[in-house]
């Protein structure tokens, strides 16, 4: 009798149809899972879990309550659920085969229709055993992707929290005035020489705009880092970076996860302007290592979709609601990138008004692909793009960076003519043999006019009053030394300047394994 009792249970239990909500929840968690090194937190994955999970869930009980069969209920849903977020995975296997994505939808839309017509002519027998089955699968699928995803945040959270960092002891002429300071990365600006060699763009006229606003502009400057963490870290601590803790702390070596948490973490520079009084204003972007820092006082973060979320949209349905010629190596929302890219620089135009003594960091993305900016800020169409091409599209979004960037510039120095500003970029754009296949793109076999592309990078520095010669700027300076420059300059210090160094890596699956290029650079 109890076996019975047992027995019965167990096929009631079985006959709940759960699979709807797991398969919902499972699309989300396994892309999380996926890219966990670019993510630093588990914040951006709430709320598409819960919006993927209740939007499934209400499908389900409007289902059940209006036909009063519960099983095939679950069937549509999960049906509905399937074709949902599979459509994005499909266009990207088999986009490439495609000239557009008419083709796929109208397979797809078929696809799911006769989904749908099995799942409500089902019979009784069948919709049980169906739902018993899909039951086992979603869970099991589920259950393997949340142990990984809970194993990476376990050892996130188990690694060795970042070395307390020591501010600098300055000794400013006048402690009592002290000017604002903007350190701005301007994500991909290419150095002028690339600019002109490879792009066949001459940026003169904007470099000559900033000297004229009382900028030091070093024509040969390089990035010492490849990528934008390793560049960052760098630049923010003054010091070049040591491949062996990062080593240890990563999976393997394409795991990006321990540079970025060291984004999130103290670094020299903004301790050093905090201690002096400052308080410390970051503008990020949608790239979740530099949304925000533990020491920021105040953060402006775009609010509209992460790029975690808007990744994700991009491998559903709604993949099919944006252009039809998107490409499948593009997941982004273009009309989102451009709002977002446009909320940071006008947050750079209005913190001028702010009260200060104010250190403020702003990681532009207004010259990193995509291109969406055409010269005048409007959205480009992915067809305008593909016509002109990527180096045509990289100059355009580049020269509307370029009015941007003066007039946040003009704004500053309106309301503090003392501004200290740091203009510059962590990398230079990705050769286009990188692009075409960057996972097997070995630094070692680059051409010397892709090195020069990839780390010639903007470099001009603004410190009223003050030789920098003097401080030690020079016209083929790396970023390392750029706070040492500024410190010198205008804040009492006497720091040495290190060796102007440059590192490439071996390759995308070795990513700390540093490798010196300087001697191949173009130094003027």
Do not use: C
Request: no cysteine; net charge negative.
């Amino acid at each position: 009798m109890l076996a019975a009792r047992r027995r019965a249970i167990h096929h009631d239990l079985g006959a709940i149809p759960l699979h709807p909500i797991l398969a919902a929840a499972y699309p989300v968690i396994f892309l999380f899972t996926v890219n966990a090194a670019e993510q630093v937190t588990l914040a951006t994955l709430w709320l598409p879990l819960l919006v993927s999970v209740a939007a499934a869930a209400a499908t389900l009980v409007v289902l059940g309550l209006l036909t009063g069969d519960w099983q095939r209920a679950g069937l549509v849903t999960t049906v509905l659920v399937i074709g949902f977020f599979g459509y994005g995975h499909a266009w990207n296997a088999f986009g490439e085969s495609l000239d557009s994505q008419w083709p796929l939808i109208a397979a797809w839309t078929l696809l799911v229709v006769v989904g749908l017509i099995l799942a409500v002519k089902a019979r009784r027998q069948h919709a049980l055993a169906a739902t018993g089955l899909l039951n086992v699968v979603t869970a099991v699928l589920l259950a393997l992707n949340g142990w990984s995803l809970a194993s990476t945040m376990v050892a996130v959270g188990a690694s060795a929290p970042g070395e307390d960092v020591s501010p600098l002891d300055l000794a400013p002429a006048d402690p009592n005035d002290l000017p604002d300071v903007y350190y701005v990365i301007v994500d991909r600006y290419a150095g002028p020489t690339a600019l002109r060699e490879t792009y066949g763009f001459d940026n003169e006229p904007f470099l000559t705009a900033l000297e004229e606003r009382g900028f030091d502009v070093a024509r040969h400057a390089h990035a010492n880092y490849i990528k934008t963490p390793l560049s960052l870290v760098s630049s923010l601590d003054m010091e070049y970076l040591d491949p062996e803790p990062l080593e240890a702390e990563a999976e393997d070596g394409a795991d990006r996860g321990p540079i970025h948490r060291q984004l999130g973490e103290r670094r020299v520079v903004p301790a050093t302007f905090k201690e002096l009084g400052y308080s410390y204003v970051q503008i990020g972007n949608w790239w979740t290592p530099t949304h925000d820092n533990v020491d920021a006082d105040r953060t402006f973060v775009y609010s509209g979709q992460d790029e975690f979320s808007g990744v994700l949209l991009q491998t559903t349905l709604m993949r099919a609601l944006s252009e039809p010629h998107a490409a499948p190596e593009d997941p982004w929302d273009w009309p989102e990138m451009l709002a977002n890219n446009n909320y940071a620089l006008d947050r750079l135009e209005q913190v001028p008004s702010l009260p200060g003594p104010k250190y403020v960091f702003a990681h532009l993305v207004t010259t990193h692909p995509p291109y969406v900016h055409d010269t005048d800020g409007s959205l480009n169409s992915r067809g305008e793009v593909d016509e002109r091409g990527r180096p045509a599209s990289y100059i355009r979004q580049l020269q509307y960076a370029n009015t941007r960037l003066l007039d946040a510039i003009d704004r500053i120095v309106a309301s503090d003519p003392d501004a200290v500003i740091m203009l510059q970029a962590d990398e230079g754009p990705f050769p286009a043999r990188y692009d075409a296949d960057d996972w097997n793109f070995r630094w070692r076999d680059a051409t010397d006019e892709e090195i020069e592309e990839k780390f010639g990078i903007l470099f001009a520095m603004r410190v009223p009053d003050a030789d920098l010669a003097a401080a030690g700027f020079h016209d083929d300076m790396t970023p390392v030394n750029a706070f040492r420059v500024i410190f010198n300059a205008r804040f009492g210090a006497d720091l040495e300047l290190l060796p102007d160094r440059v590192y490439a890596h071996t390759d995308l699956r070795h990513f700390y394994d540093f490798l010196e290029i300087t001697d191949r650079l173009d130094r003027g």
